[in-house]
């Protein structure tokens, strides 16, 4: 070695360990000139026009194009009356979406105030204009959409002749007051109120496009047509509702008092079939008015119990079960029929919620399986609320626990189905919130071969200036830097499809038969904080870190089927039997990615070197996300002229302050936004040249350098300021 080399590596390490005073230098984000340059653009890895390969269809596990291409949808949430904004800023949110790389946007929840204030089930035509538009502009991008229209149907005066009691539902009052007067919950039973669900999407898909020439039940570039969001009729809100619309919950007590007639004929036969359980005072056949007690909490605890006593569930409990699935499948079918008649072809989504653990779980996972794919919606960390405040939070991570947070998601991904998780985020103020999407990207729609994410969500088509959203302060922001800064190397990550879908090392077989019976049990509990869910299993949730993990309903009582997860341990961790990734709990964990175009280094793992082939990681912060990424589509890393490094620590507001423990948010802060510099030794092949170019915070070029030795980089962000670099052979 000669002596400039060693006088590098003797300042490198120097600087190492000094980099915790160096990291105490957070600088300012500043995202500015966003299209100065296309050095960072992504749009031209999106396959425009989006529709091109014709419908988005499920096959088998798999969305594929009608032409027989598969595809993974790295996509985004907008909310609200945002689907309706003028022509003007539509072409700033395409266009910044295709410059990140998304590929699909879920509208959402967006027809609460669209339609003229009369009726329920038609769009206003003006509304319409600037809806028409905004997908057109997506569409040319690349960029796919998608519908999730209905997150409780309000009514409106012109529905009053059409439903048993309008008057009722438009007085409902509950603490999530966006479901007041709306029909959540009640419509999965209550025809008259699923006419109106039906009616609102069916006009939708008969609508024109006049950019397109087509019916959006025509348009390929519709990726699917969720029914509705976060409800089921296991939701325990339902009772809530039940309480204060009397004449509904007398329809759901005489319609299955009818079921209850038509399986045993006379109150006899159901008391002893019964065993004397299962009815409250005064009820009975006579009366029509037996209770189906429509909560997963009354079915999570019935099952609990029977697979504690080790026996079969209670009849009258399996009873209510299986009036309730039947009655959320008829609700299902018949949209689905609807929806078919109008010539959409694409994908369908039933709803995307839980319901508690054990058998409601599976009934509800059910209803969804049997009309289209699989979708769930989870999120990890934050404080309380839906708005950054001084309070109580958490600053857990992720990595310290293989199947934890977000990732445990997919338990419930069905073997033969396509999953999604359409709305997910980690929140704030989590320090470690940069880990969330390289765990999906990578862990998601790679190793466990989930078919589409969608982030929550995008409030406008930039960064904000806070790590929070403006002007309301909400902590479900994509526009911050700990994840839409990530999304370029990720999307290239998953359009080159450089993480292979591991082999299935887990499938549980669910019998519905077997599990009433006793004689089998389906131990997973699902524990629940508002939009934030764990998933308790009873196989080590490592696996998960190992290959793909999944469930298959089966009219048979087979055995789950678990693989040798021993096999994949290693050096305290686990390796994916793809060989591409390891994760480790250790020392609050970290996990490594090593495919041919994307390296990386995601979490704790301070000084240590990290050897992913012919290059290496070291980072002297105690946590990072740090991606190698080629910026060749068809190119791995040692082929490509350019190779993209993303770093990326932590984000806070100015003044922002925690305790001591960082269990309680102090002081919420303000703009700007800053950046906990990365520190960074990188070894590259040693058989090519290269310089390293110092890009800004939107991805152009600096005109700064790096000064390299030999086949090594040192980044110290302290002095650069910056989160990416661009390496160019």
Not at 39 to 49: C, E, G, M, R, V
Not at 224 to 252: C, H, S
Request: aromatic share 12%; net charge negative.
């Amino acid at each position: 070695m000669n002596r400039p080399v060693t006088l590098f590596f003797i300042l490198y390490f120097f600087c190492l360990v000094c980099a915790p005073a160096q990291n105490d230098k957070w600088f300012p984000f500043q995202p500015h000139d966003y299209y100065k340059t296309d050095n960072l653009n992504l749009s031209d890895w999106l396959d425009a026009p989006a529709g091109r390969h014709g419908f988005v269809k499920m096959m088998g596990k798999d969305l594929e194009f009608e032409n027989g291409q598969t595809v993974k949808f790295w996509g985004t949430n907008i909310n609200g009356n945002k689907p309706f904004s003028a022509p003007e800023e539509a072409d700033r949110w395409s266009r910044f979406l295709a410059k990140y790389g998304l590929n699909a946007v879920r509208f959402h929840k967006f027809t609460w105030e669209a339609t003229d204030g009369q009726q329920s089930t038609e769009i206003d035509p003006e509304q319409w204009k600037n809806f028409d538009y905004f997908s057109y502009a997506l569409r040319q991008k690349g960029i796919y959409y998608g519908w999730s229209p209905i997150y409780g149907h309000r009514v409106k005066p012109a529905d009053s002749a059409r439903l048993l009691a309008y008057q009722e539902i438009v007085e409902t009052d509950f603490p999530w007051s966006h479901l007041n007067g709306s029909t959540a919950s009640l419509v999965n039973f209550a025809e008259d109120l699923q006419e109106l669900n039906i009616e609102l999407v069916v006009n939708m898909l008969n609508h024109k496009n006049p950019h397109t020439g087509l019916r959006y039940a025509d348009d390929p570039a519709l990726a699917f047509v969720e029914f509705q969001n976060e409800d089921n009729i296991f939701w325990g809100a339902m009772e809530k509702t039940l309480e204060q619309t009397p004449t509904y919950r007398a329809l759901l007590c005489r319609k299955f008092t009818a079921w209850l007639k038509n399986k045993y004929g006379t109150q006899a036969n159901l008391n002893m079939a019964w065993n004397g359980e299962g009815l409250s005072e005064g009820e009975n056949l006579t009366r029509e008015n037996i209770y189906p007690n429509p909560n997963h909490g009354f079915f999570s605890t019935e099952y609990e119990q029977a697979i504690t006593e080790k026996r079969p569930i209670k009849q009258h409990v399996q009873d209510k079960l299986s009036f309730l699935f039947e009655e959320q499948a008829r609700f299902y079918r018949k949209f689905l029929d609807a929806v078919r008649a109008t010539g959409y072809k694409g994908t369908v989504v039933a709803s995307c919620w839980q319901a508690g653990t054990g058998l409601s779980h599976l009934y509800n996972l059910y209803a969804d399986y049997q009309v289209g794919m699989i979708d769930r919606h989870n999120y990890f960390g934050g404080g309380s609320g839906h708005n950054l405040r001084a309070g109580k939070m958490s600053n857990a991570s992720m990595l310290s626990q293989i199947g934890s947070g977000l990732f445990g998601t997919g338990l419930q991904q069905v073997s033969d189905r396509p999953f999604s998780l359409s709305e997910w985020m980690s929140l704030i103020p989590t320090e470690w919130t940069a880990e969330s999407s390289p765990i999906i990207a990578a862990y998601g729609l790679g190793l466990q071969g989930w078919d589409a994410s969608f982030s929550f969500a995008v409030d406008q088509p930039s960064y904000t200036p806070t790590i929070q959203t403006a002007p309301w302060g909400g902590v479900y922001n994509v526009t911050s830097p700990t994840q839409l800064a990530l999304y370029p190397a990720l999307a290239m990550m998953i359009y080159r499809g450089d993480i292979i879908e591991g082999e299935t090392i887990v499938d549980r077989k669910v019998n519905f038969d077997a599990l009433e019976a006793g004689l089998s049990f389906f131990d997973e509990r699902v524990i629940q904080d508002q939009d934030r869910k764990v998933f308790k299993t009873n196989f080590p949730t490592e696996a998960m870190a190992a290959g793909r993990v999944t469930l298959t309903f089966t009219d048979e009582d087979l055995t789950d089927e678990i693989g040798n997860i021993a096999a994949f341990k290693q050096d305290g961790g686990i390796v994916s039997n793809t060989g591409q990734l390891y994760w480790t709990e250790e020392n609050r964990g970290h996990f490594t990615i090593n495919s041919a175009g994307t390296k990386g280094l995601v979490g704790f793992a301070k000084n240590k070197k990290v050897d992913l082939g012919p290059f290496s990681i070291q980072t002297g912060n105690e946590f990072a996300v740090i991606l190698l990424s080629s910026m060749d589509p068809d190119k791995g890393l040692e082929e490509t002229d350019r190779i993209l490094v993303t770093t990326m620590a932590r984000a806070k507001n100015t003044g922002m302050e925690y305790n001591k423990n960082k269990t309680e948010l102090l002081d919420p802060g303000e703009a700007p936004v800053l950046i906990e510099p990365v520190s960074v030794e990188l070894s590259l092949p040693d058989n090519r040249t290269f310089s390293v170019h110092v890009l800004d915070h939107t991805g152009n070029r600096t005109g700064k350098t790096l000064t390299t030795g030999g086949n090594r980089i040192r980044i110290n962000g302290g002095e650069t300021r910056a989160i990416y670099y661009e390496i160019e052979f």
